[in-house]
């Protein structure tokens, strides 16, 4: 599929390691059906080792879907690419990650300082696969490094066929904000689709980064913790015009133990129970009560309790409405 089909519908789920597993990914697309898809960053070392992994697992209707490869050894990054494209739309290469333990490795954000071996990446994986290609970077390593527009030019010429930028650079981490103005610049100065990353949680930040970026479209991290609906919502204001609402405190909580069941369907009850622990604040909030509701969530690591506190937690927001 071209690459200009795959970012149709100018949303995609930005790649979140530990966060954009098999399981949020089914629930995005059952929100939405036409945005990209991006798998948590797939290690090329880990993946050259180790074949048989749960983070490949895809469903037929996850295309269109990106699957992301970090690592600096372009022949190695190559090969794994081109086993990705069993289950891949298109390969991403990660050249954003500003993590201490990545950037010492020389993967990440580190390509951004080393732009001859990224363009090597670019080259080596172009050659080896079919499918369109796409590198994800920030706007530089520092304030004083900002080389994005240059670093975007030089992939767009070493093959690659999509951008997505995070307008922060290495040393923000996540702090500060994403600048999109600057991301206007680089849309100038290359040709290959561009989207906008950092952000944006809303209908009315998305409408305000693609105005301010100039950008194809936008990719959305962080934003979707806790409600998995925001790209489809996104999607149908971009498509119609039409503002669909928020998810209500009542439909959050269900949604928390809809996605909680469906993590210990896929991992297991015990490591299933553990892994939504991190994402019970993003569910269970607005209303008062809540953080100690959360502080005893994270305790319980039996099913049944949690289900009974879930109950009381539904029943406590319901209360606080009609209050
Ligand atoms: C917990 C976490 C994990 C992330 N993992 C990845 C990753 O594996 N690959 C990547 O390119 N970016 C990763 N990112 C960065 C996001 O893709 C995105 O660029 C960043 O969060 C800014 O977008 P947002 O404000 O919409 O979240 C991660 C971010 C977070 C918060």
New binding site residues.
């Given amino acids: 599929m071209p690459v200009k089909k795959l970012i149709s519908s100018r949303v995609s789920l930005?790649?979140?390691?530990?966060?954009?597993d098999y399981v949020l990914r089914s629930l995005i697309r059952e929100h939405s059906k036409t945005c990209l898809l991006t798998t948590?960053?797939i290690s090329s070392e880990a993946l050259t080792q180790v074949k048989e992994t749960d983070i490949v697992k895809r469903d037929n209707n996850h295309s269109p879907i990106s699957y992301?490869l970090?690592g600096h050894k372009p022949k190695m990054i190559a090969d794994c690419a081109e086993y990705l494209q069993q289950f891949a739309d298109m390969i991403?290469i990660?050249m954003?990650?500003p993590v201490n333990k990545v950037v010492k490795g020389t993967d990440?954000c580190a390509l951004m300082r080393n732009v001859e071996l990224a363009e090597e990446i670019v080259k080596t994986v172009k050659s080896q696969i079919k499918i369109p290609l796409s590198v994800?970077f920030r706007l530089g390593y520092t304030f004083e490094e900002l080389n994005y527009v240059e670093y975007g030019q030089r992939m767009q010429e070493a093959g690659a066929d999509f951008i997505?930028i995070?307008g922060?650079t290495r040393s923000q981490m996540?702090g500060g904000k994403?600048d999109w103005k600057k991301i206007a610049e680089l849309k100038k100065n290359v040709d290959i689709p561009v989207f906008a990353?950092?952000?944006?949680?809303s209908i009315e930040t998305a409408e305000k980064c693609l105005e301010e970026s100039n950008a194809d479209g936008i990719?959305?991290?962080?934003?979707v913790l806790g409600d998995p609906s925001l790209i489809a919502r996104i999607e149908t204001y971009l498509q119609t015009g039409k503002y669909l609402p928020p998810p209500t405190l009542e439909e959050k909580i269900a949604g928390m133990r809809d996605y909680l069941y469906r993590e210990i369907e896929f991992r297991g009850e015990d490591v299933g129970i553990k892994f939504v622990r991190k994402f019970y604040p993003y569910y269970i909030n607005g209303f008062s009560g809540a953080s100690r509701y959360r502080g005893e969530l994270v305790l319980l690591d039996n099913l049944k309790d949690i289900n009974k506190m879930l109950d009381e937690v539904a029943l406590q927001s319901c209360k606080n409405m009609l209050v």
């Fill in positions: 930005a790649p979140m390691a530990g966060i954009t948590e960053m992301q970090s991403d990660n954003g990650c990440g994800k997505t995070h922060r996540y994403a990353n950092g952000d944006v949680v990719a959305i991290g962080r934003g």
